[in-house]
């Protein structure tokens, strides 16, 4: 007898193999694929911090600063510390508890940017940045998940040393999936 073909268990143990290198293959790619996702997210969040940024540089002197009372009380009016959880101090001048000084940033009254006329109520919005030419909508779309980041409200902070630095609210960027905001005044340390 001459026997030219595989044995079914020839067969089985081929197919096992092919199947487990399939699944190791697919898992991985996947996981790649993932990956290369959340990075093209942090990417995309870091050109936003970036475009931000060199918007308040172009316009700071548009800007108005209002001072905040940084020392919180608590219900018996005793001092608990700043809004940064540091510890106020008594201002020899003014006898007054102080703590981190910081300024927060709205539009001068009656300035105009780019035709748009801004009041110091206005916030400081995403549109800004495309109206005033540095960005496009097109570049507001998370390439994630494609979703536009769009009505987003932008607090600007200075502090003494007249570094500016910017928060947003969590609840504005629903267009990001990871870390949903982005707080350039966090303290260093």
């Given amino acids: 007898m001459n026997n030219k073909g595989f044995t079914l268990v020839e067969l089985l143990a081929t197919i096992v193999i092919l199947s487990l290198i399939t699944s190791i293959t697919v ?25 931000i940024e060199d918007y308040i540089t172009m316009n700071n002197s548009k800007f108005k600063l209002k001072r905040t009372d940084s020392c919180n009380k608590n219900s018996s009016g005793n001092i608990i510390g700043d809004l940064n959880n540091n510890i106020c101090f008594k201002s020899k001048e003014t006898n007054e508890y102080i703590g981190s000084v910081y300024y927060y940033v709205t539009y001068k009254d009656n300035i105009k940017i780019n035709g748009i006329n ?28 494609k979703i536009k980041c769009s009505n987003i409200n932008i607090t600007i902070e200075r502090n003494d040393d007249y570094k500016y630095c910017f928060k947003t609210s969590p609840a504005n960027l629903d267009c990001l999936t990871i870390n949903k905001s982005i707080n350039t005044c966090k303290s260093e340390e």
Avoid: C, M
């Fill in 27 to 51: 898992v991985t790619i996947t996981s790649v694929y993932s990956n290369s996702k959340d990075k093209a997210e942090e990417v995309f969040k870091q050109e936003l911090t970036n475009i």
């Fill in 118 to 145: 801004k009041t110091s109520t206005d916030n400081i919005r995403l549109y800004d940045l495309i109206d005033s030419g540095i960005i496009t909508e097109k570049d507001l779309i998370n390439p994630k998940n």
